[in-house]
Protein backbone atom coordinates (compact mmCIF):
# COMPACT_ATOMS: atom_id res chain seq x y z
CA UNK A 1 0.00 0.00 0.00
CA UNK A 2 1.12 3.80 -0.94
CA UNK A 3 1.57 5.88 1.94
CA UNK A 4 -1.21 8.07 2.33
CA UNK A 5 -0.83 12.34 1.78
CA UNK A 6 -2.68 15.12 2.68
CA UNK A 7 -4.16 17.66 0.73
CA UNK A 8 -6.42 20.88 2.05
CA UNK A 9 -9.73 19.69 -0.22
CA UNK A 10 -10.89 16.74 -2.22
CA UNK A 11 -13.58 17.01 -4.71
CA UNK A 12 -15.14 14.02 -6.25
CA UNK A 13 -16.03 13.97 -9.33
CA UNK A 14 -14.57 16.24 -12.38
CA UNK A 15 -18.04 17.97 -13.82
CA UNK A 16 -18.97 21.28 -14.46
CA UNK A 17 -19.58 21.34 -10.64
CA UNK A 18 -16.44 20.08 -9.09
CA UNK A 19 -14.02 21.35 -11.87
CA UNK A 20 -15.79 24.96 -10.77
CA UNK A 21 -15.04 24.33 -7.33
CA UNK A 22 -11.45 23.88 -7.43
CA UNK A 23 -10.80 27.06 -9.61
CA UNK A 24 -12.86 28.69 -7.44
CA UNK A 25 -10.43 27.96 -4.10
CA UNK A 26 -7.48 28.24 -6.71
CA UNK A 27 -8.06 31.76 -6.91
CA UNK A 28 -8.41 32.18 -2.97
CA UNK A 29 -5.37 30.27 -2.58
CA UNK A 30 -6.41 26.80 -1.49
CA UNK A 31 -5.18 23.91 -3.23
CA UNK A 32 -7.07 20.88 -4.04
CA UNK A 33 -7.26 17.88 -5.85
CA UNK A 34 -10.14 16.17 -8.08
CA UNK A 35 -10.58 12.44 -8.23
CA UNK A 36 -12.40 11.29 -10.89
CA UNK A 37 -13.29 7.99 -12.51
CA UNK A 38 -13.38 8.60 -15.76
CA UNK A 39 -10.22 8.95 -18.29
CA UNK A 40 -11.80 11.76 -20.07
CA UNK A 41 -14.75 14.61 -20.38
CA UNK A 42 -17.76 12.47 -21.50
CA UNK A 43 -18.42 13.15 -24.71
CA UNK A 44 -22.38 13.18 -25.25
CA UNK A 45 -24.33 16.17 -25.03
CA UNK A 46 -26.24 16.76 -21.34
CA UNK A 47 -26.68 20.52 -19.94
CA UNK A 48 -27.17 22.93 -22.51
CA UNK A 49 -28.19 25.60 -20.43
CA UNK A 50 -27.43 28.58 -17.91
CA UNK A 51 -27.83 32.09 -17.38
CA UNK A 52 -26.20 35.41 -15.82
CA UNK A 53 -25.53 34.27 -12.87
CA UNK A 54 -23.66 31.24 -13.98
CA UNK A 55 -22.02 33.17 -16.32
CA UNK A 56 -20.81 35.43 -14.06
CA UNK A 57 -19.80 32.43 -11.78
CA UNK A 58 -17.57 31.29 -14.53
CA UNK A 59 -16.50 34.69 -14.57
CA UNK A 60 -15.12 34.30 -11.08
CA UNK A 61 -13.52 31.17 -12.27
CA UNK A 62 -11.94 32.88 -14.95
CA UNK A 63 -13.18 30.99 -18.21
CA UNK A 64 -16.26 33.51 -19.24
CA UNK A 65 -14.32 34.87 -22.01
CA UNK A 66 -13.60 30.88 -23.42
CA UNK A 67 -17.65 30.29 -22.52
CA UNK A 68 -18.52 32.97 -24.83
CA UNK A 69 -16.95 32.16 -27.65
CA UNK A 70 -18.82 28.79 -27.61
CA UNK A 71 -22.37 29.92 -26.08
CA UNK A 72 -25.13 31.48 -28.34
CA UNK A 73 -27.71 33.61 -26.17
CA UNK A 74 -31.42 32.84 -26.67
CA UNK A 75 -34.67 34.81 -26.47
CA UNK A 76 -36.88 33.11 -23.80
CA UNK A 77 -38.87 30.27 -23.37
CA UNK A 78 -41.82 29.75 -24.87
CA UNK A 79 -45.02 27.54 -23.55
CA UNK A 80 -47.26 26.03 -26.22
CA UNK A 81 -50.56 24.08 -26.67
CA UNK A 82 -50.80 21.00 -28.55
CA UNK A 83 -51.68 22.94 -31.86
CA UNK A 84 -48.09 25.13 -30.95
CA UNK A 85 -50.21 28.64 -30.01
CA UNK A 86 -48.25 30.44 -27.83
CA UNK A 87 -49.56 30.33 -24.14
CA UNK A 88 -47.44 32.44 -22.18
CA UNK A 89 -43.95 33.63 -23.45
CA UNK A 90 -40.99 34.91 -20.72
CA UNK A 91 -38.26 36.52 -22.56
CA UNK A 92 -34.84 36.97 -21.68
CA UNK A 93 -32.50 39.86 -22.17
CA UNK A 94 -29.16 39.91 -23.69
CA UNK A 95 -27.85 41.74 -20.81
CA UNK A 96 -29.32 40.89 -17.68
CA UNK A 97 -28.55 41.79 -13.51
CA UNK A 98 -25.30 40.34 -13.70
CA UNK A 99 -23.97 41.51 -16.71
CA UNK A 100 -24.52 38.95 -18.87
CA UNK A 101 -26.95 37.09 -21.25
CA UNK A 102 -30.05 35.84 -19.21
CA UNK A 103 -29.66 33.00 -20.94
CA UNK A 104 -27.13 31.00 -22.98
CA UNK A 105 -26.91 27.65 -24.80
CA UNK A 106 -23.87 25.72 -24.68
CA UNK A 107 -22.68 22.08 -25.55
CA UNK A 108 -21.54 20.53 -22.01
CA UNK A 109 -18.61 18.55 -23.20
CA UNK A 110 -17.05 21.58 -25.04
CA UNK A 111 -17.67 23.41 -21.20
CA UNK A 112 -16.28 20.67 -19.40
CA UNK A 113 -12.91 20.92 -21.95
CA UNK A 114 -12.20 24.58 -21.27
CA UNK A 115 -12.81 23.94 -17.25
CA UNK A 116 -9.92 20.88 -17.58
CA UNK A 117 -7.79 23.20 -19.61
CA UNK A 118 -7.97 25.84 -16.92
CA UNK A 119 -7.78 23.71 -14.57
CA UNK A 120 -4.41 22.69 -15.62
CA UNK A 121 -3.15 26.31 -15.45
CA UNK A 122 -3.67 26.38 -11.88
CA UNK A 123 -0.59 25.32 -10.03
CA UNK A 124 -3.32 24.88 -6.94
CA UNK A 125 -5.14 21.92 -8.79
CA UNK A 126 -4.68 18.65 -9.38
CA UNK A 127 -6.63 15.89 -11.40
CA UNK A 128 -6.87 12.25 -11.23
CA UNK A 129 -8.45 10.89 -13.75
CA UNK A 130 -9.11 7.00 -13.81
CA UNK A 131 -9.82 7.15 -9.87
CA UNK A 132 -12.42 5.64 -8.17
CA UNK A 133 -13.55 6.61 -4.95
CA UNK A 134 -14.62 3.40 -2.49
CA UNK A 135 -15.19 5.01 0.83
CA UNK A 136 -14.77 8.45 3.60
CA UNK A 137 -14.03 7.81 6.86
CA UNK A 138 -14.17 11.32 9.36
CA UNK A 139 -12.34 11.49 12.42
CA UNK A 140 -13.64 13.66 15.33
CA UNK A 141 -10.29 14.85 16.74
CA UNK A 142 -10.00 17.47 14.10
CA UNK A 143 -8.96 20.01 16.01
CA UNK A 144 -6.33 18.35 18.16
CA UNK A 145 -4.64 17.02 14.73
CA UNK A 146 -1.20 18.40 13.98
CA UNK A 147 0.14 19.70 10.73
CA UNK A 148 1.15 15.71 9.83
CA UNK A 149 -0.88 13.50 11.54
CA UNK A 150 -4.31 12.42 9.71
CA UNK A 151 -6.29 12.11 12.62
CA UNK A 152 -9.08 14.53 12.82
CA UNK A 153 -9.09 14.78 8.96
CA UNK A 154 -11.09 12.92 6.34
CA UNK A 155 -9.83 9.81 4.95
CA UNK A 156 -10.48 9.59 1.13
CA UNK A 157 -9.75 5.70 0.10
CA UNK A 158 -9.98 5.24 -3.42
CA UNK A 159 -9.04 2.66 -6.08
CA UNK A 160 -6.69 3.75 -9.63
CA UNK A 161 -8.14 2.24 -12.67
CA UNK A 162 -6.90 -1.61 -13.48
CA UNK A 163 -6.03 -1.83 -10.01
CA UNK A 164 -7.54 -3.50 -6.99
CA UNK A 165 -4.92 -1.99 -4.33
CA UNK A 166 -6.54 0.89 -2.07
CA UNK A 167 -5.12 4.05 -1.68
CA UNK A 168 -6.04 6.74 0.92
CA UNK A 169 -6.12 10.81 0.80
CA UNK A 170 -6.17 12.73 4.10
CA UNK A 171 -8.13 15.89 3.37
CA UNK A 172 -9.32 18.87 5.48
CA UNK A 173 -12.67 18.62 3.45
CA UNK A 174 -14.15 16.68 1.08
CA UNK A 175 -16.44 18.06 -1.75
CA UNK A 176 -18.89 15.50 -2.87
CA UNK A 177 -19.60 16.25 -6.92
CA UNK A 178 -20.53 13.00 -7.57
CA UNK A 179 -24.15 13.35 -9.20
CA UNK A 180 -27.14 11.80 -8.83
CA UNK A 181 -25.72 8.47 -7.07
CA UNK A 182 -23.66 10.20 -5.04
CA UNK A 183 -21.60 7.64 -3.02
CA UNK A 184 -20.46 10.92 -0.93
CA UNK A 185 -24.33 11.21 0.05
CA UNK A 186 -24.60 7.62 1.61
CA UNK A 187 -21.26 8.46 3.55
CA UNK A 188 -22.73 11.61 5.13
CA UNK A 189 -26.02 9.49 5.70
CA UNK A 190 -27.98 11.94 4.21
CA UNK A 191 -31.31 10.54 2.18
CA UNK A 192 -33.64 11.97 -0.80
CA UNK A 193 -36.68 13.70 0.11
CA UNK A 194 -39.03 13.59 -2.72
CA UNK A 195 -40.77 16.49 -4.03
CA UNK A 196 -43.36 14.33 -6.11
CA UNK A 197 -42.21 14.82 -9.70
CA UNK A 198 -40.60 11.62 -11.50
CA UNK A 199 -41.50 11.12 -15.86
CA UNK A 200 -39.44 9.17 -18.27
CA UNK A 201 -38.94 11.11 -21.29
CA UNK A 202 -36.46 10.42 -24.62
CA UNK A 203 -33.69 12.90 -25.19
CA UNK A 204 -32.86 13.40 -28.80
CA UNK A 205 -29.66 16.00 -29.79
CA UNK A 206 -29.15 16.14 -33.68
CA UNK A 207 -26.48 18.13 -35.55
CA UNK A 208 -28.00 19.30 -39.01
CA UNK A 209 -27.79 21.37 -42.04
CA UNK A 210 -31.63 21.41 -42.61
CA UNK A 211 -33.24 24.62 -42.53
CA UNK A 212 -35.29 24.46 -38.71
CA UNK A 213 -38.09 26.42 -37.80
CA UNK A 214 -37.47 28.41 -34.32
CA UNK A 215 -37.48 31.54 -32.82
CA UNK A 216 -34.38 31.22 -31.02
CA UNK A 217 -35.82 29.96 -27.73
CA UNK A 218 -37.11 27.43 -25.95
CA UNK A 219 -40.33 25.48 -26.24
CA UNK A 220 -42.50 23.69 -24.36
CA UNK A 221 -45.58 21.80 -25.98
CA UNK A 222 -47.63 21.55 -23.16
CA UNK A 223 -50.11 18.15 -24.05
CA UNK A 224 -51.54 15.53 -21.93
CA UNK A 225 -50.39 12.96 -24.83
CA UNK A 226 -47.33 14.18 -26.52
CA UNK A 227 -45.47 16.87 -24.39
CA UNK A 228 -42.27 17.93 -25.97
CA UNK A 229 -39.06 20.47 -25.70
CA UNK A 230 -36.98 21.99 -28.43
CA UNK A 231 -34.50 24.36 -28.15
CA UNK A 232 -31.39 25.44 -30.68
CA UNK A 233 -28.29 24.98 -28.71
CA UNK A 234 -25.39 26.09 -31.64
CA UNK A 235 -24.95 27.00 -34.92
CA UNK A 236 -25.89 23.35 -36.14
CA UNK A 237 -27.21 21.72 -33.02
CA UNK A 238 -30.59 21.30 -31.88
CA UNK A 239 -32.15 19.12 -29.01
CA UNK A 240 -35.61 17.82 -28.76
CA UNK A 241 -37.32 16.33 -25.65
CA UNK A 242 -40.45 14.45 -25.85
CA UNK A 243 -42.86 12.19 -23.20
CA UNK A 244 -43.11 8.66 -25.09
CA UNK A 245 -45.03 5.54 -24.26
CA UNK A 246 -43.40 2.68 -23.32
CA UNK A 247 -43.96 0.63 -26.79
CA UNK A 248 -42.90 3.96 -28.70
CA UNK A 249 -39.36 2.84 -29.37
CA UNK A 250 -37.29 5.28 -32.06
CA UNK A 251 -35.06 2.17 -32.78
CA UNK A 252 -35.38 -0.24 -35.07
CA UNK A 253 -36.75 -0.01 -39.06
CA UNK A 254 -39.49 1.70 -37.83
CA UNK A 255 -37.43 3.95 -35.92
CA UNK A 256 -36.85 6.78 -38.55
CA UNK A 257 -40.46 7.26 -39.47
CA UNK A 258 -41.36 8.03 -35.53
CA UNK A 259 -38.42 10.32 -35.31
CA UNK A 260 -39.66 12.34 -38.49
CA UNK A 261 -43.18 12.19 -37.32
CA UNK A 262 -42.18 13.82 -34.01
CA UNK A 263 -39.40 16.69 -35.02
CA UNK A 264 -41.99 17.54 -38.19
CA UNK A 265 -43.28 20.70 -37.19
CA UNK A 266 -39.79 22.19 -36.56
CA UNK A 267 -38.09 20.59 -39.53
CA UNK A 268 -39.12 18.69 -42.63
CA UNK A 269 -37.29 15.14 -43.09
CA UNK A 270 -37.11 12.99 -46.23
CA UNK A 271 -39.56 9.37 -46.00
CA UNK A 272 -36.26 7.51 -47.09
CA UNK A 273 -33.55 7.53 -43.89
CA UNK A 274 -30.77 6.87 -46.35
CA UNK A 275 -31.48 10.50 -47.46
CA UNK A 276 -31.19 11.82 -44.21
CA UNK A 277 -27.37 11.75 -44.11
CA UNK A 278 -27.88 15.67 -43.26
CA UNK A 279 -29.71 14.85 -40.22
CA UNK A 280 -27.37 13.37 -37.51
CA UNK A 281 -28.47 11.94 -34.16
CA UNK A 282 -25.82 12.87 -32.09
CA UNK A 283 -27.61 10.93 -28.84
CA UNK A 284 -30.66 9.58 -28.21
CA UNK A 285 -31.40 8.16 -24.45
CA UNK A 286 -33.91 7.83 -22.06
CA UNK A 287 -33.81 10.12 -18.74
CA UNK A 288 -35.97 9.93 -16.06
CA UNK A 289 -36.48 13.24 -14.91
CA UNK A 290 -36.97 13.46 -10.99
CA UNK A 291 -37.05 15.81 -8.03
CA UNK A 292 -35.50 15.49 -5.29
CA UNK A 293 -33.46 17.17 -2.24
CA UNK A 294 -31.01 15.75 0.22
CA UNK A 295 -32.35 15.82 3.47
CA UNK A 296 -28.89 17.29 4.83
CA UNK A 297 -25.79 18.44 2.70
CA UNK A 298 -23.02 18.52 5.14
CA UNK A 299 -21.53 16.28 7.57
CA UNK A 300 -18.37 17.79 9.60
CA UNK A 301 -16.28 18.16 6.87
CA UNK A 302 -17.73 17.03 3.44
CA UNK A 303 -20.46 18.61 1.47
CA UNK A 304 -22.99 17.83 -1.03
CA UNK A 305 -22.97 19.83 -3.98
CA UNK A 306 -25.22 19.74 -7.66
CA UNK A 307 -26.67 16.30 -8.05
CA UNK A 308 -25.84 14.72 -5.37
CA UNK A 309 -27.61 16.97 -3.37
CA UNK A 310 -30.61 17.98 -5.40
CA UNK A 311 -31.98 16.49 -8.76
CA UNK A 312 -34.23 19.26 -10.79
CA UNK A 313 -36.57 18.72 -13.62
CA UNK A 314 -34.79 20.43 -16.67
CA UNK A 315 -37.65 22.11 -17.79
CA UNK A 316 -36.77 25.65 -16.72
CA UNK A 317 -32.77 24.90 -17.36
CA UNK A 318 -31.46 25.12 -14.03
CA UNK A 319 -30.28 21.48 -13.06
CA UNK A 320 -26.74 22.48 -13.56
CA UNK A 321 -26.94 26.34 -12.88
CA UNK A 322 -27.54 25.12 -9.35
CA UNK A 323 -24.73 22.95 -8.47
CA UNK A 324 -22.50 25.95 -9.80
CA UNK A 325 -24.38 27.90 -7.12
CA UNK A 326 -23.46 25.45 -4.29
CA UNK A 327 -19.86 25.76 -5.53
CA UNK A 328 -19.72 29.63 -5.44
CA UNK A 329 -21.86 29.73 -2.57
CA UNK A 330 -19.79 27.35 -0.41
CA UNK A 331 -16.06 27.74 -2.01
CA UNK A 332 -15.27 31.22 -0.33
CA UNK A 333 -16.46 30.10 3.28
CA UNK A 334 -14.42 27.39 2.89
CA UNK A 335 -11.51 28.99 1.97
CA UNK A 336 -12.40 31.31 4.90
CA UNK A 337 -12.48 28.82 7.57
CA UNK A 338 -9.13 26.99 5.65
CA UNK A 339 -7.02 29.84 5.09
CA UNK A 340 -8.11 32.33 7.79
CA UNK A 341 -9.32 30.67 10.55
CA UNK A 342 -12.89 31.67 10.62
CA UNK A 343 -15.59 30.20 12.73
CA UNK A 344 -16.53 26.40 11.35
CA UNK A 345 -20.24 27.72 11.66
CA UNK A 346 -19.57 29.86 8.51
CA UNK A 347 -19.88 26.43 7.08
CA UNK A 348 -23.07 25.69 8.48
CA UNK A 349 -24.59 28.76 6.08
CA UNK A 350 -23.98 26.73 3.20
CA UNK A 351 -26.74 24.34 3.35
CA UNK A 352 -28.96 27.25 5.27
CA UNK A 353 -28.68 29.92 1.92
CA UNK A 354 -28.66 27.26 -0.69
CA UNK A 355 -31.25 24.43 0.24
CA UNK A 356 -33.96 26.87 0.26
CA UNK A 357 -32.77 28.55 -3.00
CA UNK A 358 -32.53 24.82 -4.86
CA UNK A 359 -35.83 23.78 -3.51
CA UNK A 360 -37.74 27.23 -5.12
CA UNK A 361 -36.30 26.32 -8.20
CA UNK A 362 -37.28 22.71 -8.18
CA UNK A 363 -41.12 23.67 -7.11
CA UNK A 364 -40.71 26.25 -10.31
CA UNK A 365 -39.43 23.55 -12.71
CA UNK A 366 -42.36 20.94 -11.69
CA UNK A 367 -44.91 23.89 -11.67
CA UNK A 368 -43.40 23.90 -15.98
CA UNK A 369 -43.92 20.42 -16.11
CA UNK A 370 -47.29 20.09 -14.54
CA UNK A 371 -48.30 23.36 -17.57
CA UNK A 372 -46.89 20.52 -20.26
CA UNK A 373 -48.36 17.67 -18.95
CA UNK A 374 -50.34 17.83 -15.84
CA UNK A 375 -48.44 14.71 -14.43
CA UNK A 376 -50.09 11.37 -15.40
CA UNK A 377 -52.56 10.70 -11.53
CA UNK A 378 -55.76 11.52 -11.68
CA UNK A 379 -55.60 15.10 -10.63
CA UNK A 380 -53.85 15.57 -13.70
CA UNK A 381 -56.33 17.23 -15.80
CA UNK A 382 -57.42 19.38 -13.22
CA UNK A 383 -53.84 21.04 -12.45
CA UNK A 384 -52.63 21.20 -16.20
CA UNK A 385 -55.94 23.27 -16.87
CA UNK A 386 -55.13 25.56 -13.50
CA UNK A 387 -51.58 26.04 -14.46
CA UNK A 388 -51.85 26.71 -18.06
CA UNK A 389 -54.82 29.44 -16.53
CA UNK A 390 -52.53 30.97 -14.46
CA UNK A 391 -49.51 31.17 -17.06
CA UNK A 392 -51.88 33.35 -19.06
CA UNK A 393 -52.08 36.15 -16.18
CA UNK A 394 -49.16 39.33 -17.43
CA UNK A 395 -48.22 39.08 -13.46
CA UNK A 396 -47.87 35.44 -13.45
CA UNK A 397 -45.74 35.30 -16.67
CA UNK A 398 -43.62 38.26 -15.53
CA UNK A 399 -43.00 36.57 -11.75
CA UNK A 400 -41.57 33.05 -13.18
CA UNK A 401 -39.77 36.02 -16.00
CA UNK A 402 -37.39 37.31 -13.12
CA UNK A 403 -34.29 36.24 -12.24
CA UNK A 404 -34.56 32.63 -10.35
CA UNK A 405 -32.16 33.95 -7.69
CA UNK A 406 -34.69 35.53 -5.12
CA UNK A 407 -33.15 37.02 -1.97
CA UNK A 408 -30.99 34.40 0.08
CA UNK A 409 -32.96 33.93 3.21
CA UNK A 410 -32.45 35.33 6.85
CA UNK A 411 -29.50 33.86 8.76
CA UNK A 412 -25.94 34.90 10.04
CA UNK A 413 -25.03 36.44 7.13
CA UNK A 414 -28.34 37.95 5.45
CA UNK A 415 -29.91 40.60 8.21
CA UNK A 416 -33.31 40.83 6.19
CA UNK A 417 -35.04 44.17 7.42
CA UNK A 418 -37.97 46.20 6.62
CA UNK A 419 -37.73 48.31 3.54
CA UNK A 420 -37.78 51.68 5.52
CA UNK A 421 -34.34 51.41 6.46
CA UNK A 422 -32.99 50.44 3.31
CA UNK A 423 -31.34 46.87 3.95
CA UNK A 424 -33.84 45.96 1.39
CA UNK A 425 -30.75 44.95 -0.32
CA UNK A 426 -29.14 42.63 2.16
CA UNK A 427 -28.75 39.36 0.73
CA UNK A 428 -29.40 40.03 -2.96
CA UNK A 429 -26.51 40.26 -5.72
CA UNK A 430 -25.34 43.40 -6.71
CA UNK A 431 -25.73 44.65 -10.43
CA UNK A 432 -22.49 44.02 -12.90
CA UNK A 433 -22.91 46.79 -14.97
CA UNK A 434 -19.74 47.87 -17.32
CA UNK A 435 -17.43 50.14 -15.72
CA UNK A 436 -14.02 52.12 -16.50
CA UNK A 437 -11.27 50.80 -14.64
CA UNK A 438 -7.51 52.56 -15.55
CA UNK A 439 -8.63 53.67 -18.52
CA UNK A 440 -10.34 50.26 -19.61
CA UNK A 441 -14.24 49.57 -20.37
CA UNK A 442 -14.59 46.07 -17.88
CA UNK A 443 -16.99 44.39 -16.16
CA UNK A 444 -17.42 45.68 -12.31
CA UNK A 445 -16.30 41.99 -10.83
CA UNK A 446 -13.04 42.82 -12.58
CA UNK A 447 -12.11 45.91 -10.42
CA UNK A 448 -13.88 44.36 -7.37
CA UNK A 449 -11.60 41.19 -7.30
CA UNK A 450 -11.84 38.06 -5.30
CA UNK A 451 -12.80 38.92 -1.82
CA UNK A 452 -14.94 41.05 0.37
CA UNK A 453 -15.84 44.83 -1.41
CA UNK A 454 -17.33 47.80 -0.32
CA UNK A 455 -19.56 50.05 -2.43
CA UNK A 456 -20.13 53.39 -1.56
CA UNK A 457 -22.19 56.16 -2.68
CA UNK A 458 -20.44 58.57 -0.58
CA UNK A 459 -17.21 59.06 1.16
CA UNK A 460 -16.10 56.12 3.52
CA UNK A 461 -17.05 56.82 8.05
CA UNK A 462 -14.16 55.80 10.01
CA UNK A 463 -16.51 53.14 10.52
CA UNK A 464 -16.90 51.64 6.91
CA UNK A 465 -12.90 52.11 6.63
CA UNK A 466 -12.77 49.82 10.05
CA UNK A 467 -14.61 47.21 8.54
CA UNK A 468 -13.25 47.39 5.23
CA UNK A 469 -9.53 47.38 6.72
CA UNK A 470 -10.66 44.44 8.87
CA UNK A 471 -11.64 42.65 6.09
CA UNK A 472 -9.42 43.27 3.65
CA UNK A 473 -11.76 44.92 1.18
CA UNK A 474 -11.28 47.32 -1.09
CA UNK A 475 -13.56 50.37 -0.60
CA UNK A 476 -15.07 51.77 -3.78
CA UNK A 477 -16.82 55.06 -4.95
CA UNK A 478 -19.32 54.32 -7.63
CA UNK A 479 -19.19 57.92 -9.31
CA UNK A 480 -14.78 56.83 -9.75
CA UNK A 481 -16.82 53.84 -11.61
CA UNK A 482 -18.10 55.68 -14.54
CA UNK A 483 -21.01 53.15 -15.24
CA UNK A 484 -24.44 53.72 -17.16
CA UNK A 485 -25.84 54.95 -13.56
CA UNK A 486 -26.95 51.40 -12.71
CA UNK A 487 -24.68 51.14 -9.49
CA UNK A 488 -25.87 54.77 -8.38
CA UNK A 489 -29.79 54.04 -8.63
CA UNK A 490 -29.33 50.41 -7.00
CA UNK A 491 -27.97 52.38 -3.56
CA UNK A 492 -30.87 54.35 -3.99
CA UNK A 493 -33.69 52.36 -4.72
CA UNK A 494 -32.59 50.06 -1.55
CA UNK A 495 -31.73 53.71 0.62
CA UNK A 496 -28.34 52.62 0.98
CA UNK A 497 -25.30 54.65 0.76
CA UNK A 498 -22.81 51.97 0.34
CA UNK A 499 -23.24 47.96 0.85
CA UNK A 500 -20.43 45.67 2.19
CA UNK A 501 -20.56 42.55 -0.34
CA UNK A 502 -19.03 39.13 -0.33
CA UNK A 503 -16.84 37.16 -2.42
CA UNK A 504 -20.00 35.81 -4.15
CA UNK A 505 -21.05 39.67 -4.58
CA UNK A 506 -24.03 39.38 -2.45
CA UNK A 507 -24.75 42.01 0.02
CA UNK A 508 -23.94 41.31 3.69
CA UNK A 509 -24.87 44.54 5.33
CA UNK A 510 -25.55 47.98 4.36
CA UNK A 511 -24.92 51.54 5.93
CA UNK A 512 -28.24 52.65 5.58
CA UNK A 513 -28.75 56.59 3.69
CA UNK A 514 -27.78 59.57 6.21
CA UNK A 515 -26.58 57.12 8.95
CA UNK A 516 -22.54 56.60 8.19
CA UNK A 517 -22.54 53.34 9.80
CA UNK A 518 -23.21 49.10 8.64
CA UNK A 519 -25.65 48.03 11.19
CA UNK A 520 -25.22 43.77 11.51
CA UNK A 521 -21.61 43.69 11.93
CA UNK A 522 -22.36 41.98 15.39
CA UNK A 523 -24.22 38.93 13.63
CA UNK A 524 -21.28 38.43 10.96
CA UNK A 525 -18.47 39.26 12.40
CA UNK A 526 -17.85 35.91 14.98
CA UNK A 527 -18.02 33.65 12.02
CA UNK A 528 -15.16 35.72 9.79
CA UNK A 529 -12.94 37.38 12.64
CA UNK A 530 -10.26 35.28 13.77
CA UNK A 531 -6.60 36.00 15.90
CA UNK A 532 -5.64 32.99 14.05
CA UNK A 533 -3.60 33.12 10.53
CA UNK A 534 -1.59 30.48 9.16
CA UNK A 535 2.11 31.55 7.78
CA UNK A 536 1.41 30.47 4.51
CA UNK A 537 -1.84 31.97 4.03
CA UNK A 538 -3.24 33.72 1.25
CA UNK A 539 -6.12 36.14 1.11
CA UNK A 540 -9.13 34.13 1.29
Known amino acids: ?18 VTAALLLARHGVPSVVLERHRDVYPLPRAVVVDDEIRRILQSAGV ?7 ARPARGLRLLDAGRRVIAEFPRSTHGHHGFPQT ?16 ARRPECELWSGVEV ?48 SLTRDAIGAVWEDLHFEESWRVIDVRTSRPVRTWEGAEQICSPTRPATFMRVGEDRYRWEFRLADDQNLDGPDGWERLRELVAPWVDLPSDASRGGDF ?9 FRARLADRWRRGRVFLLGDAAHLTPPFVGQGLCAGLRDAQNLTWKLARVLQRGANEGLLDTYERERKPHARHVIRVAVA ?10 RGAA ?8 ACRIPCVTAAVSRDLSPALTAGPLVRRRPRLTGRVLAGTFCPQPWVRHDGRRVRLDDVLGDSFAVLAAVPPTAQMTVVATALGAPTIRVDDLRDDGTLAGWLARGRADAVLLRPDRVVMDTVPAGTGDFTDTVAWAPLLYTARRTADARPA
Open 64 to 70: HEEFAAL
Open 280 to 288: EVIRQAQYT
Open 382 to 389: FRRAAVGT
Open 104 to 119: SMFDQPELERLLRDAL
Open 368 to 377: VGWAMTGGQD
Open 1 to 18: MRAASRKPVVIIGAGPVG
Open 134 to 181: VSLTQSVARDTAGPNDPTGSVRVTFRRDGSDEEEHLWADAVLGCDGAG
